[in-house]
């Protein structure tokens, strides 16, 4: 069992910057692919980047791509994802999950793929 907890959620205006990290209780094999995802009130949880630990391939939605960033600690028990200008778009519930590497190589959107999921931390972006 891995758990997963997030923070560094918050407020911001359309513009800046927040950084999330979650920390990962263990590495493990199941943990091998780590990935943030997002949900909005009345939309689909959509996924928004992923790391895959061994290869270091990183993955983005196309909404995020050269605006956020994944990164992993060397550990590879911390995975953090720094969100620069930020639009009122982005807000949304965000959640990290974990899943073995396939998850990442075979389709790191669907979430049905990840295994462990933390409870999740609020960005709420201002216009």
Known sequence: QVRMVESGGGSVQAGGSLRLSCAASAYTDSSNCMGWFRQAPVKEREGVAA???????????????????ISQNNAKNMV?????????????????????????????????????WGQGTQVTVSS
């Open 51 to 69: 790391l895959e630990g061994v290869g270091g391939n990183t993955f983005y939605a196309d909404s995020v791509k050269g605006r956020f960033t």
């Open 80 to 116: 953090y994802l720094q969100m620069n200008s930020l639009k009122p778009e982005d807000t949304a519930m965000y959640y990290c999950a974990a899943a073995p590497r396939a998850a990442c190589l075979l389709g790191w959107t669907r979430g049905a793929r990840y295994i462990y």
